[in-house]
Nanobody, 114 residues
Framework: HVQLVESGGESVQAGGSLRLSCAFS????????MGWFRQPPGKEREGVAA?????????TYANSAAGRFTISKDNANNTMYLQMSSLKSEDTALYYC???????WGQGTQVTVS
């Protein structure tokens, strides 16, 4: 069955960068559009970025992420990434990767920006 495992979250200073990874197994990643959500402390989950299934991998971003975050997929290695730069304290959250259908979610990786 499909499994998603995030990694790469850690504590960083404001202005810093992080790259989150999402290891995908159980089915070819190339079949899925994918995305990242996050849940800040005490708040609802919110969408961050999404990437299409097709070869061009067109991406969309939440306003809060546009210009600072980049989502990408490596279908050959069944891994999705979220490159985050110019991090702000408001980016502090538990970050989840998921399939575009919302059927499959990872367990989350914590990002803390101070």
């Amino acid at each position: 069955h499909v499994q998603l495992v995030e990694s790469g979250g850690e504590s960083v200073q404001a202005g810093g960068s992080l790259r989150l990874s999402c290891a995908f197994s159980g089915s070819p990643l190339s079949m899925y559009c994918m995305g990242w959500f996050r849940q800040p402390p005490g708040k609802e989950r919110e969408g961050v970025a999404a990437i299409e299934v097709d070869r061009d991998g067109a991406a969309t971003y939440a306003n809060s992420a546009a210009g600072r975050f980049t989502i990408s997929k490596d279908n050959a290695n069944n891994t999705m990434y979220l490159q985050m730069s110019s991090l702000k304290s408001e980016d502090t959250a538990l970050y989840y990767c998921l399939t575009g259908s919302f059927a499959y979610w990872g367990q989350g990786t914590q990002v803390t920006v101070s």
